[in-house]
């Protein structure tokens, strides 16, 4: 009890669970009331401090992620700097206000791109909203080497699905191929749409899934003009049943940016399987079940990440 009543943060937060179990009776750690009685008193002391309070190493970097993990983050399409007070975006305000309904005083993490967050503090005044930044936070969740999805552009929101959970899988590039299979062939005005649109979904992601930096979503093009690109170190991969390698023997030695080619619904034409040959694509194996297009990449991403221990 002594380390308990010394009133700091840990001593507060052992009297908060005390108190609580006491009045649950319950200690089951897997029922419901037991996951209040831990998270409830840290809620309850976060609110009582500040942003910089938070981020100064009173608490810790363990629970300083456990707490922002339930705050709200949002991104600026501006730079941020630590100590400053800035208006938010009308689509901010409204989202943090009207959306989210948070009051005058919550907090919330704001990023803008280039690595790491900011906490802050909300500031309301009618439907305009205000933010007033701690310091800076080094913090990254990012895989350790360039990953690009090359993905055949799917119908209907399933290529919304790919974009979102490629942010979430941490892809860092995500190219949309016109493919000569696809189900949706886009004239020139609507690939400027559409891609204003996936854009905005991995923004949304990276807000959702605690990324500090946003996948970059390319312009729309053909298998051929992707290929032009050059980029030595780049490892490129297509998935065949019968390729003579799989792909953890593929992956296994290689340390390079990698990249995963997905097709559409119909899969690559044989033209453009002719110029992955001629463009020195790796063919390897995954799996003997065919996979759907908007599956295929997450499964493969997922696959790369416990085959190379990422994080």
Not at 2 to 18: H, K, R, S, Y
Not at 188 to 211: M, N
Not at 254 to 273: I, K, N, R, Y
């Amino acid at each position: 009890m002594a380390f308990a009543m010394d009133m700091t943060w840990a001593g507060e937060w052992l009297i908060g669970v005390m108190w609580r179990l006491r009045q649950v009776r319950r200690y089951r750690p897997h029922h419901k009331e037991f996951a209040k009685c831990l998270i409830l008193p840290l809620q309850t002391w976060s609110a009582r401090c500040t942003p910089e309070a938070r981020t100064e190493g009173i608490i810790g970097p363990s629970l300083a992620r456990i707490l922002h993990m339930n705050q709200p983050r949002f991104h600026c399409p501006f730079p941020l700097a630590a100590r400053q007070r800035l208006e938010l975006p009308e689509a901010i305000a409204h989202h943090a206000v009207r959306v989210l309904r948070l009051r005058d005083g919550s907090d919330i993490i704001l990023f803008d791109g280039r690595g790491g967050h900011y906490p802050a503090t909300l500031h309301i005044e009618g439907k305009r909203a205000w933010a007033s930044t701690g310091d800076h936070i080094d913090a990254e969740v990012e895989l350790p080497v360039r990953t690009v999805l090359v993905q055949g552009i799917a119908s209907g929101d399933k290529m919304d699905w790919v974009v979102e959970k490629a942010v979430e899988m941490g892809v860092s590039q995500l190219v949309p191929i016109a493919a000569q299979r696809s189900v949706i062939q886009l004239s020139a005005d609507r690939r400027t749409k559409r891609l204003h649109h996936w854009q905005r979904i991995a923004v949304s992601a990276s807000e959702q899934c605690g990324r500090n930096r946003i996948m970059e979503v390319a312009p729309v093009q053909s298998l051929e003009e992707w290929l032009k690109r050059p980029d030595p170190e780049l490892l490129r991969l297509v998935c065949h049943p019968n390729a003579p390698q799989s792909l953890e023997d593929a992956v296994q030695h290689h340390t390079g940016p990698l990249a995963l080619m997905v097709g559409p619904e119909g899969g690559w034409s044989d033209d453009e399987l002719e110029l992955m040959r001629g463009g020195g694509l790796s063919p390897v194996r995954f799996g003997r079940r065919v996979l759907r297009t908007e599956t295929a990449g997450v499964a493969l991403m997922a696959a790369l990440a416990a085959i190379k221990r990422w994080n």
